[in-house]
């Protein structure tokens, strides 16, 4: 990749968006998802057009398939309602995980005998170790160096419009006592042949939203004693949005070894429609307030935002407001609608992809400076896989 390429300036493309451009007819310019499954479409046609994506905002094609592939889920013959498995583009030495919603009207194809990637029978790519993605207890990033730990059981979470239901029987098993989490590190460590946890460099707890304050704080103190038993010395992060006292940011900071926070936004509009009510009851203030409270407390933070809910405007304004509050890159998750009502959910425009790589501009821009970047092992669904603002992405991908 060419780390001269420069990204493109916002203030046409921004306008466009704010009139109401994303919403007017197709043009040679522009992409529709939904377009691309119609009959007339050909695969030529719909690569064709990615490929003109790419170099009309100058980001690399690899990474215009990855957000096309992310916004549009996968058809497949799979029994499965969502899948994930790790992708290996054609013509990239690098490979990366995916977790997709199946949708029949999806241009790309995943077949269950040939494990290959496909738009309408070209192979982009081949699709390995396909399974079905539920909430599970656990799942590795970062060469198996990142523990994401959903101990609280994520399908108890309820009430966001844009979320994935799944509850199966591995699901169901919480770890919130002292035994059931020795039990689950013991069983761990035998899998991966450790004897310890000191090759952690980071647990992320997604806790699955307790049913309080004090229920979130007394899990993270557990997660850090025990885990703390088996020599672990890495980073405790935080992934949701229910610790909002001082109290709370205190104890964490007497109590925590290296303590980090991604406090869960998601949105900007419409949060008493999109979110459940505990989420919905953090202001955009209120966000900043905690934000400062991690700071304060040196707690290192940032927040979780998904691209498709808010027009480009909102984002723009949103995050000119959280400036200077997150010392580190947000994590900025594309939406992916699992049921067709979902869809509805989008703001007018995010069913093209033009929507998304406008929206990757305007981050670039307003980072434009800072000493953060996105690590491509912390976000499946991300809105950069090989570039970020001309320069080259090396961190590792899974």
Request: charged share 25%; proline share 4%; net charge positive.
């Amino acid at each position: 990749m060419n780390a001269a390429i420069k990204t493109v300036k916002l203030p046409q493309l921004l306008e466009k968006s704010a009139k109401g451009a994303l919403r007017s007819t197709k043009t040679e310019d522009s992409f529709s998802p939904t377009e691309a499954n119609l009959p007339k479409k050909s695969h030529e046609s719909f690569i064709c057009e990615l490929k003109n994506l790419a170099k009309k905002f100058r980001v690399p094609q690899e990474d215009v398939i990855l957000i096309a592939i992310n916004s549009n889920g996968a058809n497949t013959d799979l029994p499965h309602d969502r899948i994930r498995f790790k992708l290996a583009l054609n013509g990239t030495d690098k490979t990366f995980y995916l977790g997709l919603p199946k949708k029949p009207t999806s241009p790309f194809y995943i077949s269950a005998n040939e494990i290959a990637l496909s738009v309408d029978g070209t192979n982009i790519g081949t699709a390995l170790e396909v399974e079905n993605d539920t909430c599970d207890a656990i799942y590795l990033r970062r060469g198996r160096t990142v523990l994401n730990l959903n101990s609280n059981s994520r399908s108890r979470c309820k009430g966001c419009a844009f979320c994935f239901d799944s509850q199966t029987p591995l699901d169901n098993k919480r770890l919130t006592a002292h035994d059931a989490m020795e039990e689950f590190i013991e069983t761990f460590l035998k899998k991966e042949a450790k004897s310890d946890l000191a090759h952690l460099y980071q647990v992320a707890l997604v806790t699955g939203c307790f049913g309080s304050e004090e229920a979130t704080l007394r899990h993270i103190l557990l997660v850090q004693d025990v885990f703390t038993k088996y020599k672990f010395r890495g980073e405790l992060l935080y992934f949701g949005s229910q610790l909002r006292s001082k109290d709370s940011f205190k104890k964490i900071k007497d109590n925590i070894q290296n303590p980090a926070l991604v406090l869960s936004i998601e949105c900007f509009d419409r949060r008493n429609v999109l979110l459940n009510k505990l989420k919905s009851s953090l202001t955009l203030d209120g966000a900043i307030n905690l934000l400062s409270l991690a700071a304060d407390n040196g707690i290192s933070a940032t927040v979780s935002y998904i691209v498709g809910l808010d027009s480009h405007v909102s984002i723009k304004a949103g995050f000119e407001k959280l400036d200077g509050y997150f010392d580190r890159f947000p994590i900025l998750n594309i939406f992916q609608p699992h049921k067709s009502d979902q869809e509805l959910l989008r703001v007018p425009g995010a069913e093209r992809l033009e929507y998304y790589l406008i929206a990757r501009a305007i981050f670039e821009e307003l980072f434009a400076g800072k000493q953060i970047k996105p690590r491509t092992w912390e976000n499946y669904r991300s809105l950069w896989y090989f570039e970020y603002a001309g320069e080259n992405l090396n961190e590792q991908t899974i």
